[in-house]
């Protein structure tokens, strides 16, 4: 007869992922601790860099197209969703996947690397708009809007930590999502053979 203790054990290890799962969607996993974390955390985190990053753009001006309005983020390959907004006094307002009460006006769904190409100066994001890496739903106008004005913030603005991540955890993710496609095609060119054969 199996023990309580055997159970249990049998039971967590189910529910882990396969570490082919893991390297086809690494941003997925990466996320994982931050959807985990509590809701408050999460706004209080983005809210911090975001405001940091922000500041001068926001005191410019320059996202007064925010005001008593609702950008959805959605970093799709994360399954990770966050709305930001200006309330009126021009303070930069975050809400979480939990706390999206109201409908956005607009929203921008990319990837993490999308994100990173385009704060990174790699690409910028209308090329990522072609490409369909970058899409906007609802409110077009005040989507390209946002889209360009987050183009516009320096890597150098961002705080310290968003830089750390950017130059050293995201690439990582980045490579072992290469990987983890890379490993996929081989896996179904091996099937596909033995298929045939």
């Not at 369909?132 to 360009?148: A, F, P, S, Y």
Request: charged share 25%; net charge neutral.
């Amino acid at each position: 007869m199996l023990t309580v203790k055997t159970l249990l054990t049998k039971s967590l290890i189910s529910r882990l992922p396969t570490p082919l799962d893991i390297v086809r969607r690494p941003a997925y996993y990466a996320a994982l601790p931050v959807r985990k974390s509590p809701e408050l955390v999460q706004q209080k985190v983005i809210q911090k860099l975001m405001s940091d990053a922000l500041k001068t753009t926001i005191e410019d001006g320059d996202f007064d197209c925010l005001i008593n309005r609702k950008v959805k983020i959605n970093v799709v390959d994360a399954n990770y969703q966050f709305c930001i907004g200006l309330n009126a006094r021009q303070e930069l307002q975050v809400s979480t996947a939990h706390h999206l009460t109201l409908e956005p006006d607009t929203e921008i769904k990319l990837d993490s690397d999308a994100i990173i190409k385009i704060l990174t100066k790699q690409v910028d994001p209308d090329t990522l708009f072609f490409q369909r890496r970058l899409v906007i739903l609802g409110d077009m106008d005040l989507g390209h809007e946002v889209k360009n004005t987050l183009d516009a913030i320096e890597h150098d603005s961002l705080p310290k930590l968003a830089q750390w991540l950017m130059n050293n955890l995201m690439p990582k993710v980045a490579q072992v999502q290469t990987w983890g496609q890379d490993l996929a095609e081989a896996i179904q060119y091996r099937e596909s053979l033995q298929i045939k054969g």
